[in-house]
Structures are given as C-alpha cells and as structure tokens.
C-alpha cells in the first residue's frame, strides 16, 4: 500500500502562482507513473498532467505552457508548479500514482491517489 499526501493548495489571486507538493511513502516510487487530476463543484475529476517513471510528461491543453508537472524520486515526492492562474482552475487536486510506470490521461489506470487539495482562483 502506498500513502500519498498532497499539499500546497491554497487562496491565490488570478494570475498568481502556487505549487502543489504529493509526498508518497514506500520504497519504489521511481517505477511509478504518477499524475495529477482535478475536480471542481459539479464536474468530473479530469486530467491536469502526468508523468512516467522514465519522465515523459503531458498535460492537458488547458494548462499547457501554464503548469509543470516534476519529480523528485530521491524524496519520493511528485510536484505541480501552477503558473499564470485562472479561476477556472479552481478545484480539487490529487496527485495519483501507478505501478505500471505508465502516462495515463484517465484515472481508471492509477492505483493510489492522495486525498486531495483545494486550490481557489479568485478573480
């Protein structure tokens, strides 16, 4: 089983910037792929960017050239540098990891997932 907790959420202004932080406990993160997804009030939780074990990332084209999905396997955490924000990334953000090792735009394929951050956009 693997523990994973986001952090970094928060109140920012539209343009600001914020960086979420996903600490995962266990001994084998570098093999897993890791993503981050997003759920606001009244939607379903979408895919904001992934990373492979290898380092491929994506994103979504919503937050491309915004965000920046990063790793840190000697600390076994996983990183989201949110830039140039808007209001309607407001949501819930949760770091999630495979144990593939696979970049997966859908949730189905991860196995472990944090609980969760609440990033507020105002405008």
């Known amino acids: 089983q693997v523990r994973m907790v986001g952090t970094g959420g928060g109140l920012v202004q539209a343009g600001g910037s914020l960086r979420l932080s996903c600490a995962a406990s266990?001994?084998?993160?570098?093999?897993?792929?890791m993503g981050w997804f997003r759920q606001a009030p009244g939607e379903e939780r979408e895919f904001v960017a992934g990373?492979?074990?290898?380092?491929?990332?994506n994103y979504a084209d919503s937050v491309k050239g915004r965000f920046t999905i990063s790793r840190d396997n000697a600390k076994n955490t996983l990183y989201l540098q949110m830039n140039s924000l808007k209001p309607e990334d407001t949501a819930v953000y949760y770091c999630?990891?495979?144990?593939?090792?696979?970049?997966?735009?859908?949730?189905?394929?991860?196995?472990?997932w944090g609980q969760g951050t609440q990033v507020t956009v105002s405008s």
């Open positions: 266990g001994r084998t993160f570098s093999n897993y792929g």
């Open positions: 999630a990891a495979a144990r593939t090792g696979g970049l997966y735009l859908t949730s189905l394929p991860y196995d472990y």
């Open positions: 990373i492979s074990s290898g380092g491929t990332t």
